[in-house]
């Protein structure tokens, strides 16, 4: 068995385990993020990996890191919520802690984790992953292997065109589906329709004090499970543009599997039922046709460690270790 680390970087918190070759974490460790810091958040990913180094036999680090990284999976090329600007993360971790490091997209090492061992690991050919969080992230498998790009940086699926002209992202396109599609998207529908339309939004209000300024993504979840009107119409307008990027990777890659991640799934079917009944009605064509069925993720928190870890695995010849 070979055992390997994962780490998961992100905005506020490194967390790193111990990962078999069954998907399994053995050992967990965490530490905040000094995100404003560049070489004190590669000293605490470096703190990370050596207490459980210490006390595992590991073959090899992988890195999951929420930016842009390059196709030899080495350098940060930008990251929106760390200080890292074409940083060479592997190279710095690897000869601090002496051993072989990969660096991969955190939707990546995610979705890679649900295709290996979560929602698609009965998937033996391809799988895309859409991550719906405050943004709109995602991962693609096809032929078994992640679609990184000729520089590394794609799936991208958050920033597919959605509604031209729409409303302007901070990609700096207008339109993108992450405008329509995230965990922002919902709390602004709820907040608009809360303003215009109090009467239906009776529920939501009361959970937020009657301000609809305050209304927060965990407040629409527990006032639509309750029955609040305006919060089920909100996941309703965002599990529709959802449906909608769903069948239009689906028209143009053909996955066995389709799996929804990311914080806004805790909401079950108040999401993925309108996406299901949106998908069905934009592929209604191919209806007589196999196609890919949606599932939500399995694997929560745990994805980001889990699929660093194995992608690690997968790039370190057998028998190699510390350097």
């Known amino acids: 068995m070979t055992l390997t680390i994962g780490v998961d970087v992100g905005g506020t918190k490194v967390a790193g385990g111990v990962v078999d070759d069954d998907g399994a974490v053995l050992a967990r460790t965490r530490r905040d993020t000094p995100a404003e810091d560049v070489g004190k958040t590669r000293d605490v990913i470096i703190e990370v990996v050596g207490e459980l180094a ?15 990284i390059d196709a030899h999976r080495s350098r940060v090329l930008f990251a929106p919520n760390l200080a890292w600007r074409d940083e060479p993360l592997r190279d710095y971790v690897r000869d601090a802690v002496g051993l072989p490091v990969t660096v991969e997209n955190d939707a990546n090492v995610a979705a890679w984790a649900e295709f290996r061992y979560g929602a698609g690991r009965d998937a033996d050919d391809s799988m895309i992953m859409f991550t719906i969080g405050t943004g709109v992230g995602g991962g693609i498998v096809l032929g078994g292997e992640l679609v990184r790009g000729a520089n590394g940086v794609a799936a991208e699926l958050g920033h597919m065109l959605a509604v031209p002209n729409g409303h302007e992202c901070g990609c700096g396109r207008f339109g993108c589906i992450e405008q329509y599609a995230s965990g922002t998207a919902l709390v602004r529908l709820a907040r608009a329709g809360a303003r215009q339309e109090p009467r239906r939004a009776e529920i939501l209000l009361d959970l937020a004090g009657g301000d609809p300024d305050a209304i927060a993504g965990p407040m629409v979840t527990a006032a639509a499970r309750h029955g609040d009107e305006i919060s089920t119409a909100a996941f309703a307008q965002v599990g529709h543009w959802l449906g909608i990027g769903l069948a239009d990777l689906t028209q143009l890659l053909d996955p066995q599997v389709l799996v929804v991640g990311g914080g806004v799934v805790e909401a079950g079917e108040l999401l993925l039922g309108p996406a299901r009944e949106t998908f069905a009605d934009h592929l209604a064509q191919r209806r007589l046709l196999p196609m890919a069925e949606i599932r939500p993720a ?17 790039a370190v010849p057998a028998g190699a270790g510390r350097l």
Do not use: C, K, M, Q
């Open 54 to 68: 210490e006390e595992h036999p590991v073959a090899a680090v992988g890195i999951g890191a929420a930016g842009w």
């Open 298 to 314: 399995e694997l929560g928190n745990t994805a980001g460690v889990i699929g660093a870890a194995d992608l690690a695995r997968r």
